[in-house]
């Protein structure tokens, strides 16, 4: 037997997620230095600086295990969001506790309803422990279709992923349409609202999720330090659940998923408020202006409520601004070939992207006129 033969078949058949590279890794490839990078939707400010003194500081501990429990930012966290302690797991990223929710409910013959084009790590954990991923179209305005994803609940649904914002579109579920899917979900069904971007949205009536997990046990929320906290690269992210949930994807986590690093820098910067307020005001400027000058270019795009935005510039955009040292995120893979995925940057990045793309399209125009 060969080794593929052991290899669980629906492991076998994964098709890995492709990361939105390095910046030092692109720049070697294409000889270019330079560059900037509007494709992970990683913070432009950079980490807290309160972050980065917390970790230095901590360094010098680190041949010690972390706290296992993260006694000190549960309880700061607990206090922030107004929940119990023993409402929030925590993990190596938000990645981590989506990886937890799978490991404890899902597993062959069981179906997790998502939309699609959502976060593209969805079908990969579904996949990954042998449940079906029931990916539900999105509605042509590129929001979840809530009353197609409660058609798409069976017998065998075990979860029903909900992203809001929704990742790779930018668009939210309000209030009144998040209310309304809840009241209607079976209860024996799990809900993980995945609020990666939450700290970056706009709209008023911003449905509640927190407050349903008083209310509905088998819910669960999605946070994360890897966004407006600027700390993708040290991996911290939490759940906020009901407690018998937390309780049981406790079971399933490492002991010490969380290295002592992350646990202080996310301490740190959870209590940096001035980082916290520039992040989410460079981020909305940056949305107003990428959305008029995206609109002036006659690109479609479509309303935001994250750090990014989804925009309809035609294929071949990707490799053009590519080569001008400017990255954004093709949408290929997500089943929007003629659209890319840019993460608002600072000002300066910003503008240099719409000049780079405004000499594309023109170049483009003139080009299409000559063959006419
Ligand atoms: C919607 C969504 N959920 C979860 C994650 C994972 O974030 P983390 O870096 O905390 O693992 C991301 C990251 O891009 C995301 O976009």
Redesign the pocket.
């Known amino acids: 037997m060969s080794l593929a033969d052991r290899v669980k078949p629906y492991i076998r058949s994964l098709a890995p997620y492709v990361p939105g590279k390095p910046i030092e890794e692109l720049e070697r490839e294409l000889g270019i230095r330079g560059s900037i990078k509007l494709a ?2 990683e913070n432009p400010l950079g980490p807290s600086p309160r972050a980065v003194e917390a970790m230095r500081a901590a360094a010098a501990e680190i041949h010690r295990y972390p706290d296992g429990a993260s006694f000190v930012l549960r309880a700061a966290l607990s206090k922030k969001l107004g929940v119990s302690g023993d409402q929030l797991v925590f993990g ?5 506790i ?1 990886e937890l929710i799978a490991k404890t409910l899902m597993g062959e013959g069981d179906e997790v309803v998502y939309a699609w084009p ?2 593209a ?1 969805y079908p990969i954990v579904v996949q990954g422990m042998g449940a079906t991923g029931v990916a539900v179209p999105l509605t042509r305005d590129l929001v979840h279709d809530l009353d197609a994803m409660l058609a798409a609940i069976g017998p065998r649904t075990r979860v029903v992923m909900l ?1 809001n914002p ?2 790779p579109t930018g668009t939210s579920v309000g209030a009144e349409a998040f209310d309304r899917f809840v009241a209607a979900l079976p209860a024996d069904v799990v809900l993980a609202v ?1 609020e ?2 939450y700290e970056f949205v706009r709209r008023p009536d911003f449905p509640d999720a927190i407050a349903l997990t008083a209310r509905r046990p088998g819910t669960v929320i ?1 946070r ?4 407006i906290y600027g700390l ?1 690269g040290i ?3 939490y759940g906020i659940c009901d407690r018998e949930l937390a309780s049981y994807l406790e079971r399933a986590r490492h002991p010490f998923n969380v290295n002592r690093l992350a646990e202080v820098a996310a301490l740190a910067a959870l209590e940096d408020d001035e980082h916290y307020r520039r992040t989410r005001e460079i981020n909305a400027q940056g949305a107003v202006y990428l959305g008029t000058e995206l609109a002036r270019l006659g690109i479609e795009t479509w309303p935001t409520d994250a750090n990014f935005l989804l925009a309809r510039t035609g294929a071949e955009v990707y490799d053009a601004l590519l080569s001008q040292g400017v990255i954004v995120r093709p949408m290929k893979g997500f089943g929007l070939p003629d659209h890319v995925r840019i993460s608002i940057g600072l000002p300066e990045e910003n503008e240099r992207f719409i000049k780079a793309l405004g000499g594309i399209l023109s170049k483009r125009s003139a080009g299409g006129n000559a063959t006419r």
């Open positions: 992970s939707n190596a990223g938000a990645d981590e989506l959502s976060f790590m992203c929704n990742n995945d990666a971007y999605l994360t330090f890897s966004k993708a991996r911290i992210g």
